[in-house]
Nanobody, 123 residues
């Protein structure tokens, strides 16, 4: 079992920045692919970004590429999402997820999920 707890969400204005954190506990954090997903009201949960166990490989949704940066600190068993130039369409609940497989954009490929943190971007 891996327990994931997100933090860092909040209400910001368009153009602002936020950094989300995902603290992991349980099994060895460095064994897992980690990812961020988000779910806006009335929409399906969607892939945002993912990072390999070594942090050498990353993947981003086109909608956030160039604005968001995913990173991890295996010593601290924590993953981060630096979000810059935020837009109102980034408003969503952001979830972190862990997978024992390879980097994937598919929800079903992730084994563990956090409870989510709300990000609201006003125009």
């Amino acid at each position: 079992q891996v327990q994931l707890v997100e933090s860092g969400g909040g209400l910001v204005q368009a153009g602002d920045s936020l950094r989300l954190s995902c603290a992991a506990s349980g099994r060895t954090f460095s064994n897992y692919i980690m990812a961020w997903f988000r779910q806006a009201p009335g929409k399906e949960r969607e892939f945002v970004a993912a990072i390999s166990w070594s942090a050498r490989s990353t993947s981003y949704a086109d909608s956030v590429k160039g604005r968001f940066t995913i990173s991890r600190d295996n010593a601290k068993t924590t993953m981060y999402l630096q979000m810059n130039s935020l837009k109102p369409e980034d408003t969503a609940v952001y979830y972190c997820a862990a997978s024992r497989r390879t980097i994937s954009i598919k929800l079903g490929d992730y084994d563990y999920w956090g409870q989510g943190t709300q990000v609201t971007v006003s125009s």
